[in-house]
């Protein structure tokens, strides 16, 4: 039987940020990121035991590597712990949070800090597509893009058109949804837009194809951000609950967890899936493994869900593969609400990654936050009435790596 790792609480960045216009870079991202976990927790520096960093591309970016040697420089308290860096695209966060709480689990650490990070806005938006593309098999697939993951996500959505047919008025109100609950996170990149009909329909000039069927209102945003959690043992979130005067039952708990990684190619994948019920098979196992070790018998078991929207067909695809409807139905829960914040089973409250941002090293750790905001009731003007569970899904590169938790108190 696993044990259990505590969430304690943490901090995100305004995802709004532009680092190079500030004059800061990616150490002022981090340094902020933990000052704010250390400050919205009550925790001691020199109370954490080991630290693990998510960040995908900090070498391509800001031509930074070895980013565990930044906590030292946070306060002089954190020089000496050790530290780890995680990488596995946009998942990056989400397996820093795995290690973490191995580790807890292993008893070898009873506090961890958890920081995801990435740097974006730093360079133009031509190469920062090429610094993402490493996700995929360099040289050897997607060769013909222009920007490479709106390509490939666009092979997703006629992979779903000719499997099961699809509506782009779906994802159109997928994306309509993410920006209007956007509007209520303060920490949101696009909570001062203006979005118009004409922002998410067919109008070339504000909203113009960016490749295949993807219009810029279906992609995720490029953001500078970080997002940090502490994850700590039984003993440690016990002592931490008294010293705040809390019940320990109050502390949310990761009650269940699921990793899988599937081959680097996109044709691969699908060719390997094609027959079956589901696009992307391990992407529902790692759903499923999550809802299976928090002991849930479906996703309806939770009040909510925190989905990778790096586009629209992301999460589209998202809804029927943890169960929301049937295989190739997910317009089903759009049309009838179920998605919305207020619905049945709220999808991406904060606003995701097309509403709140995209930083991709900390997406995972910010959807872990999100889920710890809701079950506690701190998410302010997006939280989720009673909510006690919620679920995360964090994928990484052509759904090569998935990840997903169950969080709850």
Known sequence: MAKD?????????DFSRNLEREGGGLFELFRDVAEAAFVATGIERKEVETAHVGNFVGEL?????????????????????????????????????????????????????????????NVPGKRAAEYLGAAAWAGREAQEARYLWPYMFARVAEEYDERFGLDRAHLRA???????????????????????????G????????????LRKSDCGQVTDGAAAIFLASRAVAEAYAKRRGIPLDSIPRIKG????????????????????????????KAMMDALRRAEMPDIYACDGVEVHDCFSITEYMAIDHFGITKPGESWRAVEDGTIALGGKLPVNPSGGLIGLGHPVGATGVRMLLDGWRQVTGNAGDYQVEGARNFATFNVGGSATT??????GT
């Open 257 to 284: 967890w699921g990793h899988a990684t599937a081959p680097l190619l996109y044709s691969t994948k699908v060719a390997d899936s094609r027959g079956g019920d589901y696009v992307f098979p391990s992407v529902r």
């Open 5 to 13: 790792v505590f969430i304690l609480g943490g901090a995100q960045t």
């Open 61 to 121: 970016f800001a031509g930074q590597g070895q980013l565990g040697g930044f906590f030292g420089h946070v306060h002089p308290d954190l020089a000496g712990i050790p530290a780890s860096r995680h990488e596995a695209a946009c998942a990056s966060g989400s397996i820093a949070i795995l290690a973490a709480a191995a580790e807890i689990e292993a008893e070898r650490y009873g506090l961890a800090l958890v920081l995801g990070i990435e740097l974006m806005r």
């Open 202 to 213: 067919e109008n070339d000039e504000v909203n113009p194809l960016i490749e295949g069927s």
């Open 402 to 407: 998935a990840v997903s938790f169950v969080v």
């Open 174 to 200: 997928i994306s309509a949804n993410n920006f209007a609950n956007a509007k209520k996170n303060p920490y949101s990149q696009t909570r001062g837009w203006a979005i118009t009909d004409d922002h998410l």
